[in-house]
């Protein structure tokens, strides 16, 4: 979703509480989800999935055994869709979520003026292709595409101009088994058209589709995510506007005729759009969304959130409800590897944030704006049979030192595995590799790993790139 097809400021629309309870400091506090997570064994929530900045119109893609999850993101207090670049994100478990910082950004394209909207990237011939809405200077909607030799960019304009420009939004892309590849969008209406080899130009005309009852259910809306799975082709798109649910149809060909199926989300969360995604990740499927459940979220503060479900045995997709749980770990977390320190599983809501990198010893980005009380948790952590880890190497820039970091297992308030005290580096661009020793027996087995942030005053404590444990050699 980007943008909706009657005028927000023409509406009088009830902007619903979350559906999750309240939320505060990465937790939700409505009582009963508070007890279905104690049950779970889960300290703080994991949806939505990105908790450093505001996300929106989740387009994930699979790709060398890593879900990428590329995504637009609206401007903090903003009260429209205020979206100026597209960000990208990884995770190989599901849970804890790499930031790879932006991706394209409105000046990418020159014919554009604004509004950096729905997106969805796609991998052909070893390049990758990134179709996103913007808005054209001095003119209405148009769909762009951006090419980079790599799928963390960066991304160029090949042809300098809209793709498509039919004053509609929200693009989505699947390449047939035949090797045909498609471009579909809408809002308002369906269209589609079919792209060349190159993926960056289209033959024959743009194709309308009509938008009856008995293809798409009532008042389709906006944001299609199409797809094929065992021979059926799926549509799921944003309807019934406003406020928004999910529904889906499908077809037995790339063009249709399209069938209505029904509801994957109704109305819920504290948000009055959503917009779907899908897909499946090792043996297991996922449908993406968002929803405002952030502290000061809304319908123009959106978070992603993703759900695990499992299709019925004629291939039908259940319905679902937004859940602070969200999807269960797959595996566990190595810790004995260098990590960057934005892979986050949880962090203390909006507080933190994160830049790219300027340290010489690598990285793209790092974490900042860490501030007093911050934390970042790390879910499922596998540190092994006793004794563990015995060290632990942090990477940080500071310009005042007297901050710590305490490394706890369990909570925030859990078991302290070790503190690193942090001295000034001689300022916020000069990078030290710090060791902290780690008790043998103090982090074993499987932990959620919490890093806390503390200092006076509550300003810019210091940087902090990347961690790794260490662990006895082997006798």
Not at 378 to 391: D, I, L, Q, Y
């Amino acid at each position: 979703m980007a943008i909706l097809s009657h005028s927000l400021a023409q509406l009088s629309l009830p902007i619903q509480l979350s559906a999750l309870g309240t939320y505060k400091d990465g937790q939700y506090l409505d009582m009963e989800l508070a007890g279905l997570a104690a049950l779970s064994g889960r300290a703080v929530a994991d949806n939505p999935i990105i908790q450093t900045r505001y996300t929106a119109d989740p387009a994930p893609f699979v790709y060398n055994n890593t879900v990428w999850l590329f995504a637009d993101h609206d401007e903090p207090g903003s009260t429209w869709y205020t979206m100026k670049d597209w960000r990208l994100y990884s995770s190989t478990d599901m849970v804890n979520w790499q930031d790879w910082g932006v991706v394209m950004d409105i000046p990418t394209f020159s014919w554009a003026s604004k509004d950096a909207w729905a997106a969805q990237a796609i991998e052909r011939n070893g390049k990758f292709y990134f179709y996103a809405s913007m808005t054209r200077k001095g003119a209405s909607y148009g769909i762009g595409v951006g090419v980079s030799d790599s799928i963390t960019g960066p991304y160029r304009d090949p042809i300098n101009k809209p793709l498509a420009a039919n004053g509609n939004i929200d693009p989505t892309v699947m390449i047939d088994d035949d090797g045909q590849a498609y471009m579909y969008w809408g809002n308002p209406g369906f269209y589609y058209v079919k792209l060349n080899k190159d993926m960056i130009s289209y033959s024959g005309g743009i194709v309308s589709v009509p938008t009856t009852q008995q293809a798409f259910g009532p008042k389709f809306a906006e944001g299609p995510w199409v797809y094929k799975r065992n021979g059926t082709y799926y549509n799921i798109f944003a309807a019934n506007c406003c406020p928004e649910d999910i529904r889906y149809s499908t077809a037995p060909s790339a063009t249709g005729p399209w069938t209505y199926k029904g509801v994957v989300m109704a109305t819920e969360g504290a948000s009055f759009t959503n917009h779907p995604a899908v897909i499946d990740y090792k043996g297991g499927s996922y449908f993406f969304y968002h929803n405002g459940a952030l502290p000061g979220g809304s319908g123009y503060t959106r978070s992603i959130a993703v759900e695990k479900f499992e299709y019925g045995r004629d291939g039908s997709i259940p319905q679902m409800k937004m859940t602070a749980a969200g999807a269960p770990q797959i595996g566990s977390f190595d810790p004995y590897v260098r990590v960057e320190a934005e892979t986050i599983g949880n962090s203390k809501g909006l507080s933190l944030s994160t830049e790219k990198t300027d340290d010489p010893e690598g990285g793209r980005m790092h974490v900042t704006s860490i501030n007093n009380g911050d934390y970042i948790m790390v879910k499922g952590v596998e540190f092994g049979a006793a004794p563990g880890a015995t060290g632990l190497s942090l990477r940080v820039a500071a310009q005042n030192g007297g901050s710590k970091i305490e490394v706890r297992v369990g909570s925030v308030t859990g078991t302290l595995v070790t503190t690193c005290n942090i001295d000034g580096t001689g300022g916020a661009r000069s990078w030290r590799t710090l060791q902290c020793a780690v008790p043998p027996g103090s982090a074993t087995g499987k932990q959620d790993l919490f890093f806390k942030f503390v200092g006076s005053g509550n300003n810019n404590l210091f940087n902090f790139n990347w961690w790794q444990f260490s662990r006895a050699a082997k006798a």
